[in-house]
């Protein structure tokens, strides 16, 4: 396992380094992210890219043509391409966690997550960013989710910190003066 992480950090800082550009590191990050999630969410993807029955190079020309098809840019592609050829393909969600962090952190940027009970439109989510805008700083960008569970309110969290409003939350304060705890 700490192989895996030497070897992850290794290939994000070379992907940075590469990349260069904050809007450039941001775009392949997020691309990087969706890839990630198609191959763990993609069984027969993942067993097709691993099956060495499969020659590499097919597997290589199958892979390539799937990332074009998505339109990945050139720098994305050819990055999972290397990540490929040097067979660790297998660890690619642990390299892209590494190299969004890196993104993060040599860009300034900062993952808002808010949890809604309910959908909010457009002019609300508007209101509700400038609003944390004012308040914090960097490169804000901000992730919004529905969990009904809430029951009402929302969640913010970021950067390790979480500010719940939900009436969930209000209630389970509630419990814990209660109980005493």
Do not use: C
Not at 31 to 45: C, G, I, P, S, Y
Not at 64 to 80: C, D, H, P, Q, Y
Request: hydrophobic share 40%.
């Amino acid at each position: 396992m700490k192989n895996i992480g030497k070897l992850a950090n290794r290939y994000a800082r070379a992907l940075v380094s590469a990349v260069g550009n904050t809007e450039t590191m941001l775009s392949v990050s997020n691309e990087l992210q969706e890839f990630v999630h198609l191959w763990q969410t993609d069984k027969q993807l993942s067993f097709f890219m691993l099956n060495p029955v499969f020659a590499k190079q097919q597997r290589l020309s199958a892979l390539i043509k799937i990332l074009e098809t998505a339109g990945m840019s050139v720098a994305g592609r050819n990055f999972i391409k290397v990540v490929f050829e040097h067979n660790h393909i297998s660890v690619i969600a642990e390299i892209v966690s590494v190299y969004r962090s890196l993104v993060e952190k040599n860009t300034n940027l900062v993952r808002v997550n808010i949890e809604t009970a309910r959908g909010v439109n457009s002019d609300e989510r508007h209101e509700y960013e400038e609003k944390l805008r004012k308040k914090m700083s960097g490169h804000l960008v901000f992730e919004w989710s529905v969990k009904k569970e809430l029951l009402g309110g929302m969640v913010v969290s970021y950067s390790g910190h979480v500010f719940d409003g939900s009436i969930k939350g209000q209630f389970e304060k509630l419990e814990g003066k209660m109980l005493g705890y």
